[in-house]
């Protein structure tokens, strides 16, 4: 079975331009999380659906950044324009639903996005 | 959510029982203690997760005293591909809104 897949792996882009990360999420798994670590710091959450619902994106860190989730199957992740402060790795994670016994988490391998 | 204290790194030799305490003091009833394992240039990984006393599985044990303040990972006779970085995170099953904190950064050495 596929994991969470993350693309791409490495984005290298200016300042002011703008970028977006897609995951495709363990197919099944009504939960999809974005989390990321900015350089230096802790891995740090930033949204969750349920399917194609905003469930909370309460960590998102201002309204350059914007996700959607179509369909309830793979998300996007944009960020527009693109500051020096977003540099980083940005996790994507899915899991089953609400219930199940353990909430496991399933990480991808996180796309690394450098702002120049 | 119950913020947690683990030791910033560790060093152990190659074949010998690595046991990571992590501290949780102000954990809730609810809450539940997870283990993720993290290799650079890769995703957080789940080892194990557990409620109260002691939990095992074919990577790790996972021992919890009576008063839930604390935790220990342990994994037995660690190889040089257990050098990563171990996270424990302490909340309810299916809260996913959690940072990881600093996590331990364990090297195995030969």
């Known amino acids: 079975e596929a994991g969470v897949t993350q693309f791409p792996s490495h984005s290298v882009i200016e300042k002011g331009q703008t970028v977006t990360l897609r995951c495709d999420p363990i197919s099944g798994h009504d939960n999809l999380y974005w989390y990321r670590r900015v350089m230096g710091k802790e891995i740090k959450f930033l949204l969750h659906?349920?399917?194609?619902?905003?469930?909370?994106e309460s960590g998102m860190p201002n309204n350059r950044f914007l996700a959607e989730r179509t369909g309830g199957t793979y998300s996007t992740l944009k960020v527009q324009p693109a500051e020096l402060e977003d540099s980083g790795v940005y996790f994507c994670?899915?899991?089953?639903?609400?219930?199940?016994?353990?909430?496991?988490?399933?990480f991808g391998e996180g796309s690394r996005l450098t702002v120049l | 959510l119950a913020k947690t204290t683990q030791p910033i790194s560790m060093d152990s030799y190659e074949g010998q029982e690595v046991n990571i305490t992590c501290s949780h003091n102000?954990?809730?009833?609810?809450?539940?203690i997870t283990w993720y394992q993290q290799f650079p240039s890769q995703g957080p990984r789940f080892i194990i997760q557990g409620y109260k006393t002691k939990v095992t599985n074919e990577v790790a044990s996972l021992f919890i005293p009576a008063d839930r303040k604390s935790s220990t990972l342990s994994l037995p006779r660690v190889s040089l591909s257990d050098t990563a970085v171990y996270y424990c995170l302490v909340g309810e099953i299916g809260y996913q809104k959690v940072t990881f904190g600093t996590g331990t950064k364990l090297q195995v050495i030969p």
């Open positions: 659906f349920v399917k194609e619902s905003k469930q909370d």
């Open positions: 102000n954990i809730a009833t609810n809450d539940y």
């Open positions: 994670a899915s899991s089953q639903g609400k219930g199940w016994d353990t909430g496991e988490l399933f």
